[in-house]
């Protein structure tokens, strides 16, 4: 059986529910002895089941299950520490703020984490150990030259618990059947081809035969996006964004704003205290307005007034190229760093002008710069922009044209596959990004 990425993921959620579990079971029986199953399904189950569900989305942020980072070294080991500590926080306030739980388990409470902490590093450590060593189900033929196929050998290499192996590397492709040869000679089961090869006569017959062999053929861009979850502008041309975009995600859109109008407004109602107490400290931070409005461009290209906590002192420029750094206040570097400044846009998610999740919205300059410069930026303006985006949690800083182009390799994937899942797993990863960035 393949192991693809998300059996992986799957296989990990559900070791860690396993030692969740077998770790609660095993302190009631040391408490209790024969009669633990009882007190398990008459007292701890349901709160202790409670408290797991947020264990496990605690994991989540935290990128345990975050295949890039499931390495036996310290910084691992580290973040797992991090993330019992925090868990453990959460369940003590659980248990002994809540009272309808109706149990405020000190001592099983203290047992229980430290079988957990045993059974949860063992089963870590194994399961990293065996994500790494085994044998690559998808052993890869490459076919190509560039940086896009140096990247995907480079990944790769880097990467074994992805579950791909580049068995056979080629830079030529004059030969059909000397490809033919190395895939058979290699015994792979996948050819990463570059999609010209495709429309060539003999090398698609060639692919054609490889197919009814079992071997899955896929465009090196496929497979690119694929291990780097993002799309290789040098690869693509107009006919892709036809292909690939102008469908995608076409009723999802329609859906979303009904959806999001609703959050929102739960949202900014729960948060009110909080946006009312940041109010106030910037107030006092310096003298200038509260809420500061910036001109961007929203869906179809379209400007919009934006809203965010004032960060710096008055007087600023606008937007990306203003790098005087100096006149930010000291709350307004708690702002960024946290992503507090951006509460405000609670009112364009209301008015419909940004979603929760999109591209990032651009100043009226920026964009007008660079859509001249990076082929199909415009592409973005699709869509409306978000609060947070795929291009956001995974490149969130750009301070050059070339840079920003390579974000638009993960707001191009996002247009792509957008969906309520995709959106869901952002924001969890925003949430992870603002957690870490307070604990800083």
């Known amino acids: 059986m393949k192991l693809t990425a998300g059996i992986k993921t799957f296989s990990l959620f559900l070791g860690d529910i396993a030692a969740l579990y077998a770790s609660l079971l095993a302190t009631l029986a040391l408490r209790y002895g024969s009669g633990f199953y009882e007190k398990f399904i008459d007292v701890h189950a349901v709160p202790f089941t409670i408290v797991f569900v947020l264990w496990i989305v605690i994991f989540y942020v935290s990128g345990l299950y975050d295949l890039r980072q499931l ?6 080991l580290k973040t797992l520490a991090l993330v019992i500590f925090v868990s453990a926080t959460v369940a003590v306030m659980l248990f002994y703020f809540i009272p309808s739980f109706g149990i405020a388990p000190k001592t099983n409470l203290f047992i229980f984490l430290v079988i957990f902490i045993v059974i949860e590093i063992m089963w870590r450590r194994l399961a990293n150990t065996l994500l790494a060593s085994r044998e690559a189900p998808n052993k ?4 190509g030259n560039g940086s896009v196929v140096e990247e995907i050998a480079k990944t790769i290499d880097e990467n074994p618990q992805f579950g791909y192996a580049v068995v056979k590397r080629i830079h030529e492709q004059n030969d059909p059947k000397a490809l033919e040869r190395a895939v058979e000679e290699s015994r792979a089961n996948v050819i990463a081809v570059p999609r010209h090869l495709k429309k060539e006569t003999a090398f698609a017959l060639m692919l054609y035969e490889l197919l009814g062999k079992g071997t899955l ?21 107009e006919t892709w964004f036809l292909e690939n975009i102008e469908g995608a995600g076409r009723y999802y859109d329609s859906l979303k704003r009904a959806g999001e109008f609703l959050l929102a407004l739960i949202a900014a109602t729960i948060l009110l205290p909080i946006e009312l107490l940041v109010a106030l400290f910037v107030k006092l931070s310096s003298p200038g307005p509260v809420i500061y409005r910036q001109t961007r461009i929203g869906k179809n290209g379209k400007t919009f007034m934006l809203y965010k906590f004032r960060t710096m002192r008055v007087a600023e420029k606008n937007g990306w190229l203003d790098t005087d750094k100096t006149r930010i206040t000291g709350i307004g570097k708690i702002l960024r760093s946290t992503h507090l400044d951006e509460l405000p846009q609670f009112i364009n998610l209301l008015r419909g002008d940004v979603s929760f999740v999109g591209p990032r919205p651009d100043f009226i300059e920026f964009y007008e710069k660079l859509k001249d410069v990076i082929p199909y930026y415009s592409i973005r303006t699709i869509v409306k922009p978000g609060i947070t985006g795929w291009a956001q949690v995974t490149f969130p800083v750009t301070e050059s044209a070339e840079q920003t182009k390579e974000r638009l390799c993960y707001d191009i994937y996002y247009l792509k596959n957008r969906s309520l899942i995709f959106d869901i797993l952002i924001i969890l990863k925003t949430l992870r990004t603002v957690v870490t960035a307070a604990g800083k």
């Open 71 to 76: 390495r036996n070294n310290i910084d691992f």
């Open 140 to 143: 890869v033929v490459l076919v």
């Open 217 to 237: 053929v896929i465009d090196v861009s496929d497979l690119y996006e694929r291990i780097l979850r993002k799309v290789p502008l040098t690869d693509i041309e």
